[in-house]
């Protein structure tokens, strides 16, 4: 176990649709990051927060946002969901120490 | 610009025997290369990295890579694999001041009884 947590653990939900994955960082990391992995894409990079400021953009679709609260915790927002958006999208933190990302679980997301 | 190739999809190793999975990298300036293990349905598990120093790296469950600058390279050895190594592994690198992580392909490691 990482120490990562990430909700839902599967989305099912239709074209056009809007959600939202939830992430909460390691106890004590202030980045969070968000990829995306898909068959065929990969694995990328989506965008990256450090202590509630966006630090890092990637691949990001002009229809995903996120935010990252006082708390720390993260929340990503997927609109206008097309069935390509199928993907399991995931949350990592790291310290600055250590420079080692951790992963959480994924959300696995199906686009009906 | 970073990158990472992973050359081969799928590794068979039988049990018991010595494993590689190759990991070749372009970034500039010195490298931060890491391998991940994936398990079906799970999330990617860090297995270790290579930051500075000593260009062997010991990590989890008894792997190992070796960084080699002049290949630009970090494969992924164990010496012993066990049917529970069965898994998607990846090799990921980022550059001095980019967190951003660069991930390679993936290699579906199987390990035969």
């Known amino acids: 176990d990482s120490g990562v947590t990430q909700t839902p653990k599967h989305l099912i939900t239709a074209t056009g649709q809007r959600v939202t994955l939830r992430c909460s960082p390691r106890?004590?990391?202030?980045?969070v990051y968000w990829y995306q992995q898909s068959l065929d894409q990969g694995l990328q990079f989506l965008i990256q927060y450090y202590n509630g400021e966006e630090r890092a953009k990637g691949n990001i679709l002009e229809r995903f946002s996120a935010q990252q609260f006082p708390d720390l915790h993260s929340e990503l927002n997927l609109s206008s969901l097309e069935l390509g958006d199928s993907a399991l999208y995931f949350c990592?933190?790291?310290?600055?120490?250590?420079?080692?990302?951790?992963f959480g679980p994924g959300t696995r997301l199906t686009v009906l | 610009a970073q990158s990472v190739a992973q050359p081969e999809d799928q590794v068979n190793v039988a049990e018991g025997n010595p494993l590689t999975v190759k990991c070749t990298y372009s970034v500039s300036g010195n490298p931060y290369l890491f391998w991940y293990v994936q398990y079906p349905n799970r999330g990617l598990q860090f297995l270790l990295k290579y930051i500075t120093g000593d260009n062997l790296v010991k990590g989890s469950y008894g792997f190992e890579a070796e960084f080699n600058k002049s290949q630009t390279s970090f494969h992924l050895k164990k010496p012993s694999a066990l049917v529970s190594d069965s898994a998607l592994y990846f090799c990921?690198?980022?550059?001095?001041?980019?967190?951003?992580?660069?991930f390679g392909t993936g290699t579906r490691l199987t390990i035969i009884p």
């Open positions: 106890s004590g990391d202030l980045s």
């Open positions: 990921a690198v980022r550059g001095f001041g980019n967190e951003k992580l660069t």
């Open positions: 990592a933190s790291n310290t600055f120490t250590t420079d080692t990302q951790y």
